[in-house]
C-alpha cells in the first residue's frame, strides 16, 4: 500500500468506520492526513498500520489517553517498555476486577433464579430479591 489509499478503502482494509478514522485524527491519534487537491483524505501503509493498533488497542479496552501513550511509545522504539508494560498491568488489574464483579453477579442473578419456584408473582424469588436490597449478596462481594 502506498500513499494515496483513500479512506474507505482504509476503513475496509482496517475494520474502522470512516468517521471513526476521522475522529482518530482529530483528536491526535492519526496525523494529519495528506489531502488531494479535491481536498479527500489519503493515507499510506504507516496509516493503516497505525489504525490497526488502535483499534485491537479498542478492542482490548485500553482507553484514548492509553492508546496515545502506547502510540507515542512506539513512535520512539529505543525507549523502555516499562511503561506499556505499567499500562497493560494496570488494565489487567481493572479487567480482572470487572471478571471478578461479573461473577458475584452471575451468581446473584443464579441464585434468585434457582430461588424460582414458578409460582405466582407475590412468592417470586426474583421478584422478592429485587425489591428488598437487603436479601441481594451481590453488593457485598464488591
Known amino acids: 500500500m502506498h500513499h ?7 476503513s475496509e482494509m482496517s475494520g474502522v468506520k ?4 476521522r475522529y482518530y485524527e482529530q483528536i491526535g491519534l492519526l496525523p494529519p492526513a495528506p489531502r488531494t ?5 489519503t493515507y499510506g501503509s504507516g496509516d493503516l498500520e497505525r489504525i490497526t493498533f488502535i483499534r485491537h488497542s479498542r478492542e482490548l479496552g485500553f482507553e484514548i ?14 525507549r523502555s517498555c516499562a511503561e506499556a508494560d505499567s ?3 494496570s488494565h489487567l488489574a481493572e479487567v480482572k ?3 471478578s464483579s461479573l461473577t458475584a453477579l452471575q451468581n446473584e442473578l443464579e441464585r434468585m433464579v434457582e430461588g424460582c419456584a414458578h409460582g405466582r ?8 430479591s ?13
Open 37 to 41: 487537491e479535491g481536498g479527500r483524505r
Open 97 to 99: 476486577k470487572k471478571i
Open 4 to 10: 494515496g489509499v483513500a479512506i474507505g478503502r482504509v
Open 121 to 128: 408473582v407475590e412468592t417470586c424469588r426474583v421478584i422478592e
Open 65 to 78: 489517553d492509553e492508546i496515545k501513550t502506547l502510540l507515542d511509545l512506539q513512535d520512539t522504539p529505543n
Open 130 to 142: 429485587l425489591a428488598d436490597h437487603g436479601q441481594c449478596r451481590y453488593h457485598g462481594e464488591l
Open 18 to 21: 470512516v468517521p471513526t478514522i
Open 87 to 89: 499500562i497493560a498491568r
